[in-house]
């Protein structure tokens, strides 16, 4: 088996790209975090006393995106063109669901930047959260779907 991030004597490396195309590349990610209702309802009403969650949510979220590369171990560092975190409310279940895509026109793909960006969104709610609530439950943070370069498109399909 051939692992591309490790060489022949089995030391880590960074895929080199030079040879490759640049494409027009997009990403997208999700992930949601449960809570107690009482909490939820404070984050809907934006009443949580460290102020508003989702805003300050989604600005964290776009700025880890940025910084992949230097939170990911030989993540490339890419000039991405648009990151966009959005929330969506499930009352019913009492989670917030987080969506982070990534586009840019490169040589290698903005995965790992959208799950990097949904996955510190979520990381940021708990943290603005966790005085009313410590058992906040993160879950399901996966590939949405991908397109672009030489691998093609992907769409996540849930079991069934």
């Keep these: 088996m051939h ?9 880590a490396r960074m895929v080199d790209v ?3 195309a640049v494409t027009s ?3 997208t990610a999700s992930g949601r975090i449960r809570m107690r209702a009482d909490c939820f309802e404070l984050v809907a009403a934006g009443r949580m006393k460290k102020g508003d969650v989702l805003g300050v949510a989604q600005v964290a979220g776009i700025m880890a995106a940025k910084r992949t590369s230097e939170l990911i171990p030989l993540c490339h560092t890419l000039l991405l063109t648009k990151v966009a975190v959005t929330f969506t ?3 019913a279940q009492h989670e917030i669901e987080a969506v982070c895509t990534v586009c840019c026109d490169g040589k290698t793909g903005v995965e790992m930047e959208a799950l990097t960006g949904v996955s510190t969104a979520l990381l940021t709610v708990y943290d ?3 005085a009313v609530d410590k058992r906040m439950e993160i879950t399901g943070v996966h590939l949405v779907e991908k397109h672009g370069g030489k691998s093609g498109d992907f769409y ?3 079991s069934k």
């Design 3 to 11: 692992f591309t991030h490790v060489d022949e004597n089995g030391n």
């Design 18 to 20: 030079g040879e490759k």
């Design 25 to 27: 590349r997009t990403a």
């Design 89 to 91: 409310l499930h009352p």
């Design 128 to 130: 603005m959260c966790k």
């Design 156 to 158: 996540f399909e849930e």
